[in-house]
């Protein structure tokens, strides 16, 4: 009987094995910011709808969400996050329209505020250019 178990058990852990991989490989990266839209006029305390516009280079590629990160007291830095399909049959996308997001920009201070947002990597040096955005926060 011991035997017949043993038999049983090992049979069912060799056939219940897939050999086949189907996981998904994917990765993050950051995507370049193509531009950013911000309203004219900004007070302190208010609430205020930052656009960002951006393109994915293929439809492997998909958005993952907002990094923005304190720099300074009126410095802040913003990337675009996307999840990146490893698949080798990604299609190119060619629209003529850019993706739109947007994150809200809460000032709590008066000053002049510096955005920072990512726009590319330098190949000569391998770090990060951004493109910098001034706006004016009253009181």
Request: aromatic share 18%; proline share 3%; charged share 20%.
């Amino acid at each position: 009987m011991k035997k017949l178990i043993v038999l049983l058990v090992m049979s069912m852990a060799l056939f219940s094995c897939s050999l086949d991989d189907d996981t998904v490989n994917f990765h993050y990266e950051y995507l370049e910011t193509a531009y950013a839209e911000f309203p004219e006029e900004m007070t302190v305390n208010g609430s205020y709808q930052i656009n960002l516009y951006y393109y994915l280079p293929t439809d492997c590629y998909a958005f993952n969400g907002i990094e923005y990160y304190y720099t300074g007291d009126f410095e802040r830095t913003v990337a675009i996050n996307v999840t990146v399909n490893d698949a080798s049959n990604c299609e190119t996308l060619e629209e003529a329209e850019p993706d739109i997001t947007y994150f809200n920009f809460n000032p709590q201070m008066a000053g002049t505020y510096t955005f920072k947002f990512l726009s590319g990597m330098d190949e000569s040096t391998g770090e990060y250019t951004y493109i910098d955005y001034e706006v004016e926060v009253l009181e």
